[in-house]
């Protein structure tokens, strides 16, 4: 069974920064793409960042340069380090696991808000 853990998510103001973790079970962890997406009320979901079993790493136009996502195989973790933060910002945060053999998985979501 697939599980997904977010936690780091809360309030902080403008400039500020925050670090998401979403610690994954059920999964073999280190051969997975896991991402981090972001909705807001009426909105759809959006891609974050994301990072390959390999490594590789995508970002969304909106978040490049201030965020960073990075996973730890050994704790069978990925985060999102979220730096210089914006209104804009301002979401639930929710952890995917995308599995080749079964599709998407995803956490429960964390709130961020980000205060102007």
């Known amino acids: 069974q697939v599980q997904l853990v977010e936690s780091g998510g809360g309030l902080v103001q403008a400039g500020g920064s925050l670090r998401l973790s979403c610690a994954a079970s059920g999964i073999i962890f280190s051969v997975n793409t896991m991402g981090w997406y972001r909705q807001t009320p009426g909105k759809q979901r959006e891609l974050v960042a994301q990072i390959t079993g390999a490594g590789r790493t995508y970002y969304a136009d909106s978040v490049k340069g201030r965020f960073t996502i990075s996973r730890d195989n050994a704790k069978n973790t990925v985060y999102l380090q979220m730096n210089s933060l914006k209104p804009e910002d301002t979401a639930v945060y929710y952890c995917?696991?995308?599995?080749?053999?079964?599709?998407?998985?995803w956490g429960q979501g964390t709130q961020v808000t980000v205060s102007s």
């Open positions: 995917n696991a995308f599995l080749m053999s079964s599709g998407d998985y």
